[in-house]
T-cell receptor
Framework: DAGVIQSPRHEVTEMGQEVTLRCKPI?????LFWYRQTMMRGLELLIY????????DSGMPEDRFSAKMPNASFSTLKIQPSEPRDSAVYFC????????????FGSGTRLTVV | AQSVTQPDIHITVSEGASLELRCNYS??????LFWYVQSPGQGLQLLLK??????LVQGIKGFEAEFKRSQSSFNLRKPSVHWSDAAEYFC???????????FGAGTRLTVKP
């Protein structure tokens, strides 16, 4: 298995632009998570899906952030419009059964908003 | 409030020396506990996990962790550190039947030659 695949690995964009981050979970994993990592706040859960349905989006910072999972093999995290304070590393993770196996993380997308 | 605390931000050890990274949790009931390692520019890799049973858990790369309920701790250990162990280590907790895994702030490990 190729693991959790995220793209792009790095993204540099100008303030005000739309940014879309992509994630392909491990095949068969029913859970998908989006995390954000910053020096100040560490790892924060933004949103997670179970069977393609958003279950908890209470960690999404504000309306500029949105996430979708149109099918079991693909999810996007969109920021529109982007701001410099959105600069962070965004991780996607997936799991078959979190309580039994924990999560498998992707390599992350480093986002820089200038 | 549920939380995971890693008291040490940065630890430096000599290659070949033993290592212990501390982790404390604050939950109403014992959560599931995990240790992850993150190398620079990489994602988080699971080292080991504790759900129940034997309180000494073996993981990959020669790591082990001991769960101590009385101290609400889950410390990570390695008898002899290798230079390749230099990385950031995260302790995490997951409440039963809940999918919000909480992470500690991380401990950065530096290995001296």
């Amino acid at each position: 298995d190729a693991g959790v695949i995220q793209s792009p690995r790095h993204e540099v964009t100008e303030m005000g632009q739309e940014v879309t981050l992509r994630c392909k979970p491990i095949s068969g994993h029913d859970y998908l998570f989006w995390y954000r990592q910053t020096m100040m706040r560490g790892l924060e859960l933004l949103i997670y899906f179970n069977n393609n349905v958003p279950i908890d989006d209470s960690g999404m910072p504000e309306d500029r952030f949105s996430a979708k999972m149109p099918n079991a093999s693909f999810s996007t995290l969109k920021i529109q419009p982007s701001e410099p304070r959105d600069s962070a590393v965004y991780f996607c993770a997936s799991s078959l059964r979190p309580n039994d196996y924990g999560y498998t993380f992707g390599s992350g997308t480093r986002l820089t908003v200038v | 409030a549920q939380s995971v605390t890693q008291p040490d931000i940065h630890i430096t050890v000599s290659e070949g020396a033993s290592l212990e990274l501390r982790c404390n949790y604050s939950y109403g009931a014992t959560p599931y506990l995990f240790w992850y390692v993150q190398s620079p520019g990489q994602g988080l890799q699971l080292l080991l996990k504790y759900f129940s049973g034997d309180t000494l858990v073996q993981g990959i790369k020669g790591f082990e962790a001991e769960f101590k309920r009385s101290q609400s701790s889950f410390n990570l250990r390695k008898p002899s550190v290798h230079w390749s162990d230099a990385a950031e280590y995260f302790c995490a907790a997951l409440k039963y039947n809940n999918n919000d895994m909480r992470f500690g702030a991380g401990t950065r490990l530096t290995v001296k030659p």
